[in-house]
């Protein structure tokens, strides 16, 4: 199940609910979620906590990984005003598309439906419109306590739980004129209630290099 919808009525929500809460197993018994051993450095107890919030800026690639080990392991997870999501990278990253809700338009209805789907899905990348109140974060982070529901935010997020922010990028992959950009690195600075840290991630056709492993640097041939 691999749905890719507007989600124009508050009818269609209670029906998608619905079904997610017969076909999705019982939740994780733990109280944090499977996270990628590439991202684990960056984040306070090396992985993302079920009823926390967390907030990306720099990288949409980045704020997806954080969703793809859970995903891997059985999780639901969903997708929000992100216009621009791919298939085939969210796949190669390891989100499993038969249990990823994807809600690419929400116009003004995201953080509404955010809260909604929170109630059925484990783990969600919301991409806001704009800045949210506090107010309206907290009702929100409500929902995320209340059922066990992790939430990634691309962009702003009043009070997360960690801030990630790329501080630079490179690419590698390209030899003299040939070859291909498979490669990526990112420096990331996260700030979180144990203090400041950072962290190189490295992609390599897409997924998370676990720490230690050195990215091919030139593909193709001369």
Known sequence: MFEYTSMNSPATVRSLQQRISEMQPVRLDARVLPTLEGLRPLLPGGSLRMGASYAVRGSRQLALAM???ASASGAWCGVIGDASFGA???AALGIALDRCVVIPHPGEDALGLTGA????LTVLLL???SRPSPGEAERISARLREHDAAL?????WPRPESTLHVTASRWNGLGHGHGMLANRELVVQSQD???ARRHTV???HGAVVAPGTA???RLGAP
């Open 67 to 69: 969703l793809a080990e």
């Open 88 to 90: 085939e990278a969210a």
């Open 117 to 120: 789907l929170a109630e059925v």
């Open 127 to 129: 991409t806001p419109p």
């Open 152 to 156: 990634v935010v691309s962009g702003e």
């Open 193 to 195: 209630r144990l203090g």
């Open 202 to 204: 490295r992609f390599q």
């Open 215 to 217: 990215p091919v640097r």
